[in-house]
T-cell receptor, first 116, second 111 residues
């Protein structure tokens, strides 16, 4: 069964609103989670590393004030897209470090965001 | 830094064999992943190679040559459901699970 869940699976919102995406690890505690973004017909691009109990680490070019990440517990990380614009429409995917080894990194099912 | 290169698209016939290549450059090698991703879904793990050679897993095999910075994914007995994107990825040298993905190869399996 799935070990990482995301909610919502898809969301449509108006430009200027904020959207929160949740990523939960179901079977184990995840001190670190990763947030990726994927535009149509492109590959996944890492946005940020979410660390439980501390600030997230953002990749170059990703606005930390626009993409707020909170990792308040060992099973939940949230990504909030603030003041969303149509160019933020994308597929957002979280993943966790493997519980046992690098081979077992788990990806969430993804959240499709459409900003009108 | 890390750089990964894959063909953008490939087409193959059901029942055939297809090889998807990946070349990479990295300052520190920490293994190489292959993932399968169907449209609108998250990637699913296929293989992880850290040593040179071929690893076989059912219909899918993955090969690595560290000296050449080269890997390939071999898919045998192609099925229609194998139509998907295949992503080559390198883990970071610091935080191992931080992945850099290639652009992916979109494979179309035809009758």
């Amino acid at each position: 069964g799935a070990v990482v869940s995301q909610h919502p699976s898809w969301v449509i919102c108006k430009s200027g609103t904020s959207v929160k995406i949740e990523c939960r690890s179901l079977d184990f505690q995840a001190t670190t989670m990763f947030w990726y973004r994927q535009f149509p017909k492109q590959s996944l691009m890492l946005m940020a590393t979410s660390n439980e109990g501390s600030k997230a680490t953002y990749e170059q070019g990703v606005e930390k004030d626009k993409f707020l990440i909170n990792h308040a517990s060992l099973t939940l990380s949230t990504l909030t897209v603030t003041s969303a614009h149509p160019e933020d429409s994308s597929f957002y995917i979280c993943s966790t470090e493997g519980a046992k080894s690098q081979e077992t990194q788990y990806f969430g099912p993804g959240t499709r965001l459409l900003v009108l | 830094g890390q750089n990964i290169d894959q063909p953008t698209e490939m087409t193959a016939t059901e029942g055939a064999i297809v090889q998807i290549n990946c070349t990479y450059q990295t300052s520190g090698f920490n293994g190489l992943f292959w993932y399968q991703q169907h449209a609108g879904e998250a990637p699913t793990f296929l293989s992880y190679n850290v040593l040179d050679g071929l690893e076989e897993k059912g219909r899918f095999s993955s090969f690595l040559s560290r000296s050449k910075g080269y890997s390939y994914l071999l898919l045998k007995e192609l099925q229609m459901k194998d139509s998907a994107s295949y992503l080559c990825a390198l883990p970071g040298t610091g935080t191992a699970s931080k992945l850099t993905f290639g652009t992916g190869t979109r494979l179309q399996v035809t009758l």
